[in-house]
């Protein structure tokens, strides 16, 4: 690997741009680094309000949080330890960009993500230029995987199958397919030579099999064993409850009343209460509880008896300010 880049990749980049095509990179993820590592103590910053690493934006110079927009300025030194071996781990669109640049200094080189387009008509304008050939190389998110037809492209890239192949969420190999042949069909529509190449540390991975031969069928049927072998839509209806509260203490036990009571009626159809991935968000603590109803169990009535616990506990003198919020197969 030359930085995130294969060999292949790059060749195929070079061969594409001496054809005068134009060539299209996938990276799921924006900004220059997801973390900030301290070699020394392993502290890794962190937001005020959410347990989200914050993720480092090189052009300004900031750590900033995805989720709530907390940002802060970089600091060269650890602020656990004082250290200042601390390194860049993993990585965004914009470290693609200036990657890139390194090995193609002459190349028209742009970026198109949620950074990139938030002024009024951004979006519109590197849209336009692309397709007026006044950009070689375009980087994206998934901004660039949807509806778009792009004529003289004639390679696009997938920088890594493997993030959006881990991704902690039953429905992670569904959307990975479906985001992979979206970005793979921005490959020269009306071309018959173009090339995709998705670059992955597991490069025998199913799912990944199935986007080479477009297959839908089997990845529908694999799909469908699994989830209903989990428990899982469409075999089921999965009731997502989350329950928030500045307080931890609050929101625990607050999780644990609301699960207590849930299972005198639906047993071991109860699930948690866990932390979800992000333990703190916006300020809130909060924990999950799932509920997983057979389809041909009355909705109607497991809604109304749902319901009733929810509001017992946010009627509860011992939890005030407590919020709760219900998701119904959540998508
Ligand atoms: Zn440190
Ligand atoms: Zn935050």
Redesign the pocket.
């Known amino acids: 690997m030359n930085g995130h880049f294969s060999e292949a990749l790059l060749m195929a980049i070079q061969d594409t741009l001496e054809r005068g095509e134009q060539v299209l990179l996938f990276q799921n993820r924006r900004g220059f680094a997801p973390q900030q590592e301290?070699q020394?103590?392993?502290?890794v910053p962190h937001c005020k309000h959410c347990d989200v690493s914050l993720t480092y934006h090189k052009s300004t110079h900031r750590l900033r949080c995805h989720y709530c927009g907390y940002a802060e300025k970089t600091s060269t030194n650890?602020k656990?330890?004082?250290?200042h071996d601390v390194k860049l781990k993993g990585f965004g669109t914009e470290k693609i960009e200036d990657e890139l640049q390194g090995f193609f200094p002459e190349q028209v080189i742009r970026r198109m993500d949620l950074d990139t387009t938030r002024k009024k008509d951004s979006y519109e304008n590197i849209l336009n230029a692309f397709e007026d050939q006044e950009i070689d190389i375009l980087v994206g998110t998934q901004m660039i995987s949807k509806g778009l037809d792009f004529s003289h492209v004639g390679l696009v890239g997938v920088l890594s199958a493997d993030q959006m192949l881990n991704f902690p969420d039953f429905r992670a190999f569904e959307r990975a397919f479906q985001m992979l042949c979206q970005v793979s069909g921005r490959a020269g529509r009306k071309k018959s030579e173009s090339q995709v190449i998705i670059q992955s540390f597991e490069p025998n991975h199913e799912i990944l099999k199935l986007v080479k031969g477009h297959n839908y069928k089997d990845l529908l049927k694999g799909q469908l064993v699994e989830r209903q072998a989990f428990r899982y839509p469409p075999y089921f209806r999965l009731i997502h409850i989350l329950v928030r509260h500045r307080n931890r203490r609050v929101a625990e036990q607050a999780s644990s009343f609301l699960a207590t009571a849930m299972r005198t009626v639906f047993e071991q159809r109860v699930l948690g209460p866990e932390y979800p991935a992000f333990e703190r968000l916006k300020g809130y603590y909060q924990k999950q509880i799932l509920l997983k109803v057979e389809r041909d169990l009355s909705y109607s009535d497991s809604k109304q008896k749902l319901s009733r616990f929810v509001n017992g506990l946010l009627s509860h003198d011992n939890f005030k300010g407590v919020k709760v919020r219900v998701d119904v197969d959540p998508f």
């Open positions: 301290c020394s103590c392993g502290h650890c656990a330890c004082n250290n």
